[in-house]
C-alpha cells in the first residue's frame, strides 16, 4: 500500500519527465497507471496543479480511456480478447465461465485482490482465438477445461506464495 | 555538411558487410505477437542454442514479424532453399539444425500438406494460401529482423529517401503518388496525394504528419503486424511525405494494446535518428523531421481524425462537430496529414519502383494491394496480401483454404463495425474500394470475418452494437441514445423478446442514425444490422415470430439435450456443469435438466462423444 | 466594416447572409424556424444535440449537416424540411423524451413538432433532465473560467458533475451552469443566507443596500481576485448600484 507522499513524489517525477507539458497529460495517465496499477485520487490532484490543467480535464480523460482504472485492481488481470473472430469462435462462454468461478464481472477485482477481470477488444491474435490475456501472457484457443485449469494454477501459486 | 543525400545514402549501405547474401544460410522464425503467444520464442532460442551446439556459428537465426500464415505457427523458414515449417515446437529444433540446415533434408512432419490432394509442399512459394498473393508490402517481413536498421537497407531500405531528397521536388513527390493512385488504407479509401497537395497549399504553421496505428476493428491486426515487422517502411513512408508537404513534426498513434509495436517503433526511431535519417537535417539536406509516439488509451473512437487529434493534444477523444477538414485545421487546429500505418507503408515502394509499375496492380479505381486479415470460421487463419481486384472467393477459398469441419460459408464480415456481410451468392465480387460499397458494407481497415452455418448472424449484428455502444463517446444524441437503443432491440430480439415491427423500426432508426450522427462511428453504426437485415431477414424473421435460432447460438432460443445413444455415461460434463444440470447412473446415458442449463456451452467442449446437440 | 455577402436558396427563398455566419442564423434570419437545444448565445457552439440538421446541395453532393456549425457558402441550396431531416428530428425528440420523460421542455417541444413518444424505447429513470448538451460545462470554462464540472466517462454512461462527485474546491457558487441549461435539470437551492449547488453550501452575501442575498461570497472573492476590484466594492447587489 503506498501512501499519499509517496503518490505525490512519483507522480511529480513523472510529469517532470513529460516537461509538465498539458499535451502529455495522456501519456502522463499512461505512466501513473503502470506505477500504481490504477490512477490514484492524490497522483491525478497532483498532474491537475502541476500541469496546470483544471481538475475536472484531468477526471474527463481518466473516465473517458477504458485503459484506465480508478480503482485498485487485482495482481492477475485476465483480459478476454471479445474481438469478432474471438467471439465467433465463442468468447462468450469464457467471459461466462470466469465471472461464475472468479465472482466478478468485468471491471470488478475479486475481494481478496488477487483477480481483475477486463474484456478487451482485439489484440491481434486472432489465428489463435478465442484468446484471454493474463497480465502479459497471451493464452491461445482457450477452452472450459482451460479456463478452470489457468485459475488453478494462479491460485495455487498464490498459495504456494503465502 | 551538405553532402549529396543520395551518396550519403549509399555509403550507410556501404559500410555494412551485405547482411544476408543470396546464398547465404540463415533460419528465419516468425516473432510477432500471434507466434509468440504460441511458443516462437522458446523455438528461437533452441535454434541459437542447437546451432552453437552443432557448430553451425556462421547460421543466423532471424527473427521476423508476422509472416501471415498465422494458422500454422510457429514457423521456420530455413533459406536460402525457403523451406516452410509448420507448428515447429522445440522438441523439433535439434532434427531441424541436423538435417535440413545442415544437408538439406526435408522433415516430412513438419511441412505443409495440401487438404485435398495430400501433396506435401515445402516451399513457401508453393503454398496455396501464398501462391495467390502480391505481397509487395508484407513480403518485406520475411527478410527483416525488425529491430535492426541493418536489415531494411539491406532491402534498399531508405533508398526512396535518398532518391527523393536528391532527385525530386515536393510537387514531384506529389505528382509520383497522384499518378500511382494511391487510396488511404485505413477505411476512407481518399485520394493520399489528393491530401497531401491540400497540407502543402494550406496556410498555417507548423504542419504535421501523422500515421493511424489505432487499428481499432476487432479482427484486424495488418498495421500491428507491420508496425511490429517493418517499422521502418512506415517511418520512411512518412518523412517522405513530410518532405512532400512541408512538415517538420510527426506522430504515431498507436493502439494501446500493441505494446510490441511501440517497442519495435522505438527502436526503428532511435536507429534512424542515429543514421541521419531522421531529426536535424536528415541526410546532410536543410529537411528536418522527426516522429513522437503516442499510444492509445483504449478507445476505438480514436481511430477517427479529429478524435485522433484530441487524444494527442491531451483530451477526452471527441471528434469535433465543426466542419472543418484537417488539411486545412487539424491537430492543434493547424495542417495535417493523417494516413494509415498501411498507406505510408506503401509510399517508399512506389518511389523506388514507379507510379506506372504500382498502378499497374489492381483495379481501375482502386490501385495497388491490400494486407487483409482473414479470420472466424476459416481453415487458414491469417493475414494475406492480394492486388485490388482478387475475388472474395479465391480470397476465402484458394487462399483461405475454405471452412473448416466440413461446414458450409455463410456471410464474410467486411469493414469491421462500420461494415456489413457479404453472403454467398455475392462472393464473386472482386475486391476494391468501390464494389464492396455497391453491396452495402465497405473495405475498411482490412478485417474479413468469415461465418459459417453455426454463426447466428442476429447475434453478429447484436455483437457488433454491443461494441459500438460501448465505444460511442456519447457527444451526439443519434450515436449515444440511438445506438444503445438498437442495441437493447436487438438484445430483445435474440433473448425471444422481439416484437412485430421491430424489423421497420430498426430500418427507419438506422437512417437516421447514419444521417444524423456527428461522425463516422455513429454515422456507419447501423451498416452490421441493415445488412444483416438485407441479405438474412429470415432469420431475424425466425427470431421475432418462432422464437427460433436457426443456427443454434442464441441461448436463450436454444435448449442442450443428450443423445442417448451416443452418450456412453462417462460423466465429465457433470463435473464441468456450473449449475449441476447433469445428472444420471455412471455408464448410462444422462440427462439434462432444462431449467437449471444455462447454455453456457461447458459440457459440449468437454463431450468426447459429440452426445449433447443444441435444439 | 462592410460585411461580404452570400446568396443561397433557403426552402426556395433567395437569401443574402454574411461570409463567416452560420447558417443557422441565415435560417432564422429569413423567419424559418428550426429548432435546437444545446446552442446557448452565451457559450460557443457544441454541435451535441443534432436538431438543428439541414439538408443542403452543393453541385450534385447533398448532406445532412447542422445549421449552428455550417457556415453560409456562396450557391449553397438549403432543405429545412426534407424528409431526412425531419427524420433525423423525430429521431433525436423520440431519443430525448424516452432518455429525460420529465422534461417539461422536451414534451413541448416534441408537441410542435408533432413527435410521440416511441413505445419501443423504455424510458430511463437515472438520467434527471440532462441531455448532455454541455452548455454548462461550457459556460464555466468559458466565461467563468474555473472548469468546475465536466462531462465524465463516455458514451451511455456519460454524466456531468464534479471530478468525483465530490465538492468542487474551485466552484464558486455563481449559478451560471444553472441559467444556461435548457431543461433546469442542474440543482440550485437557496435558504436564507445559503446556497447548495453540486454538493457544496456557499455563504451568501448580503447587500449593503437592501439586505437581499445576492451572490456567494466566493464568488465576490473570486470576481475581486480576477478584476483586481477590492472586495467591498463588490457587496452591493446590481439593483441597488
Known sequence: MTNVTEIKQKTKQIIKKHKSNKSALIAVLQDIQEAFNYLPKEALKTASNMMKVPMSRVYEAATFYTAFSLKPRGKHIVKICKGTACHVRGAAILQDRFETTLGIKPGETTKDGKFSLETVNCVGACALGPVVVINTDYHGQVTINKVDKIIKKINNEEGAQQ | MNENPDIQAHQLLDNLSLYYGPKKKFVAICAGTGCRASGSLKVKEALEAELKKQNMNEVDVLATGCLGFCEKGPMVIVHPDKYFYQHVKVEDVPEIVSKTVAKGEIISRLVYRHPETQKTLYREEDLPFYKKQNRIVFGQNGMLDPSKIEAYFNIDGYQALAKVLSEMTPEDVINEVKKAGLRGRGGGGFPAAVKWEGVRRAHGEPKYVIANGDEGDPGAYMDRSLMEGNPHSVIEGMIIGAYAVGSNQGYIYVRNEYPLAVTHLTIALEAARQNGLLGKNILGTNFSFDIHINKGAGAFVCGESSALFASIEGRAGEPRAKYVHAVEKGLYDKPTVLNNVETWANVPLIINKGADWYASIGTEGSKGTKIFSLVGKINNTGLIEVPMGTTLYEIIYDMGGGIPNGRKFKAVQTGGPSGGCIPERLLDIPVDFDKLYEVGSMMGSGGMIVMDETSCMVDVARYFLEFLKEESCGKCVPCREGIRRMSDILEDICSGRGREGDIEILESMGAAIADGSLCALGGSAPNPVLSTIRYFREEYEAHIKEHRCPAGVCKALITYGIDAEKCTGCGVCVKVCATQAITGEKKKAHVIDKDKCTRCGACIQSCKFDAIKVK | ?241
Not at chain 3, 49 to 58: F, S
Open chain 3, 1 to 241: 466594416m462592410e460585411d461580404i455577402m452570400v446568396n443561397m436558396i433557403i426552402d426556395g427563398k433567395n437569401v443574402s447572409a454574411p461570409k463567416g455566419s452560420m447558417l443557422l442564423e441565415a435560417i432564422r434570419g429569413a423567419g424559418i424556424s428550426v429548432p435546437t437545444l444545446c446552442a446557448h448565445e452565451a457559450v460557443s457552439r457544441s454541435g451535441a444535440c443534432r436538431l438543428c440538421v439541414v439538408e443542403i446541395k452543393k453541385g450534385n453532393r447533398t448532406r445532412i449537416v447542422t445549421s449552428c456549425l455550417y457556415g453560409v457558402e456562396e450557391g449553397l441550396t438549403v432543405n429545412t424540411k426534407s424528409d431526412r431531416v425531419l427524420n433525423v428530428r423525430r429521431l433525436v425528440m423520440e431519443l430525448l423524451l424516452a432518455r429525460c420523460p420529465e422534461s417539461d421542455l422536451l414534451q413541448k417541444m416534441a408537441k410542435d413538432m408533432a413527435v410521440e413518444p416511441q413505445a419501443r424505447y423504455a424510458v430511463d429513470t437515472d438520467k434527471g433532465k440532462c441531455i448532455l448538451c454541455r452548455s454548462c460545462v461550457r459556460v464555466c470554462e468559458e466565461v467563468v473560467g474555473v472548469s468546475a464540472i465536466g462531462l465524465f466517462s463516455r458514451g451511455s454512461y456519460k454524466e456531468v458533475g464534479t471530478p468525483y462527485n465530490e465538492k468542487s474546491d474551485v466552484c464558486i457558487g455563481c449559478g451560471a451552469c444553472v441559467y444556461v441549461c435548457p431543461t433546469g435539470h442542474i440543482e440550485m437551492t437557496s435558504t436564507g443566507d445559503k446556497r447548495k449547488i453540486w454538493g457544496r453550501t456557499f455563504k451568501m452575501q448580503a447587500c449593503e443596500k437592501c439586505g437581499k442575498f445576492f451572490a456567494p461570497v466566493d464568488q465576490l472573492k473570486f470576481i475581486s481576485k480576477k478584476t483586481g476590484v477590492p472586495f467591498k466594492e463588490l457587496t452591493t447587489c446590481t439593483e441597488c448600484r
